[in-house]
């Protein structure tokens, strides 16, 4: 069975810096596009950035030039790179991706489990 599975949440104080990782594991046939959202508190879930089976990026307007994304396709691999962190970016982050599980299957989106980023003084 196919899971998302992230890791890098944390804490850290405003204008600091955080690395997400999203990792696919399984039965895989192909990874297409691939997202990270977030949900804070009393907030709905809200795309932060999404990035292409073959690198077409978009990033939601508060965290241009901020935040980063980028995939390895070798290993199923989608990160966050997160710089100059307000308070607002506190949230629970999740990871989206569109997975194939074999040739003859329509892809399906998969969510991981979420992990929480603190933004704080």
């Known amino acids: 069975q196919v899971q998302l599975v992230e890791s890098g949440g944390g804490s850290v104080q405003p204008g600091g810096s955080l690395r997400l990782s999203c990792a696919a594991s399984?039965?895989?046939?192909?990874?297409?596009?691939m997202a990270w959202y977030r949900q804070g508190p009393g907030n709905q879930r809200e795309l932060v950035a999404a990035i292409s089976s073959v690198g077409t990026t978009n990033y939601a307007d508060s965290v241009k030039g901020r935040f980063t994304i980028s995939r390895d396709n070798a290993v199923n691999t989608v990160h966050l790179q997160m710089n100059s962190l307000k308070p607002e970016d506190t949230a629970v982050y999740l990871c989206?991706?569109?997975?194939?599980?074999?040739?003859?299957?329509?892809?399906?989106?998969?969510w991981g489990q979420g992990t929480l980023v603190t933004v704080s003084s």
């Open positions: 399984g039965k895989i046939f192909s990874v297409n596009r």
């Open positions: 989206n991706g569109n997975i194939q599980e074999t040739r003859w299957t329509r892809s399906r989106e998969l």
